[in-house]
Nanobody
C-alpha cells in the first residue's frame, strides 16, 4: 500500500483559492490512479476528482467541474488539487486516495490520507 499525507487546507473567503497537496510514499506512485474526496459534517464522503496514472485523463464531480483542477507530478510522488472560486458549500475535510484500478466510489480506493480541513467563509 501507498502512504498518503495531505497538506494545504485552511480558511479562505468565498471566491478565493487554495491548493491542496498529497505526498505519497514509495516508488510505485505512477502505478496508482489518484483521487480526491471530501466529507462535510453530517454527510457521506463524496468523490471530487481523479487523475489517471500518467496524468493524461481526469474526471470531476459536477459540483466542482470548471472550478477545481487535479494534477500530478510523478517525479515528486505528489498529486494536487487546485481549488478556485471556492464556495461555502465546499467546506469539508478533503482526502487524498489511491487505487490500482479506477472509479469514483469510496470503495474503489484502497489507500487514504488523514485528511485536511478546508473552510470557506461567506
Amino acid at each position: 500500500q501507498v502512504q498518503l499525507v495531505e497538506s494545504g487546507g485552511g480558511l479562505v473567503q468565498a471566491g478565493g483559492s487554495l491548493r491542496l497537496s498529497c505526498a505519497a510514499s514509495g516508488r510505485t506512485f505512477s502505478t496508482y490512479t489518484m483521487g480526491w474526496f471530501r466529507q462535510a459534517p453530517g454527510k457521506e464522503r463524496e468523490f471530487v476528482a481523479y487523475i489517471s496514472r500518467s496524468g493524461a485523463s481526469t474526471y470531476y464531480a459536477g459540483s466542482v467541474k470548471g472550478r477545481f483542477t487535479i494534477s500530478r507530478d510523478n517525479a515528486k510522488n505528489t498529486v494536487y488539487l487546485q481549488m478556485n472560486s471556492l464556495k461555502p458549500e465546499d467546506t469539508a475535510v478533503y482526502y487524498c486516495a489511491a487505487t490500482t484500478g479506477w472509479g469514483t466510489a469510496v470503495a474503489d480506493f484502497g489507500s487514504w490520507g488523514q485528511g485536511t480541513q478546508v473552510t470557506v467563509s461567506s
